[in-house]
């Protein structure tokens, strides 16, 4: 599976962005994706998640009311709406894919086999 992220750029704080996500090289029914974001010099984090059969979705706390996650199964793309951002958002954002994931494994990125280039989103003013 390849993943290729886009999106990403500079922004104000309060300001918004569509991060996507394009998937290839696999049928996608068992797959999980999720995006996950990695400040300088912090640990990758896990950002969000969506089952690709049945859409069901997971947030870290602290993106939730904020960011949405999303998919159009048409085109196997993945897309994260970025809204209200804050300083702290500033980070690369990386799409990734797993099968087999349980819901209590979701923000665990040792259990996505596959993951994108990163897309970086600086929140400046």
């Known amino acids: 599976v390849q993943l290729q992220a886009s999106g990403g750029g500079l922004v104000q704080p309060g300001g918004s962005l569509r991060l996507s996500c394009v998937a290839s090289?696999?049928?996608?029914?068992?797959?999980?994706m999720g995006w996950f974001r990695q400040a300088r010099g912090k640990e990758r984090e896990f950002v969000a998640a969506?089952?690709?059969?049945?859409?069901?979705?997971t947030y870290a706390d602290a993106v939730k009311g904020r960011f949405t996650i999303s998919k159009d199964t048409y085109k196997n793309t993945v897309y994260l709406q970025v809204n209200d951002l804050k300083l702290e958002d500033t980070a690369g954002y990386y799409c990734?894919?797993?099968?087999?994931?349980?819901?209590?494994?979701?923000?665990?990125?040792?259990?996505?086999?596959?993951w994108g280039q990163g897309t970086l989103v600086t929140v400046s003013s």
């Open positions: 090289g696999g049928t996608f029914g068992s797959y999980v």
């Open positions: 969506i089952k690709w059969s049945g859409g069901s979705r």
């Open positions: 990734a894919a797993g099968r087999g994931l349980i819901t209590s494994t979701l923000d665990n990125p040792i259990k996505y086999s596959d």
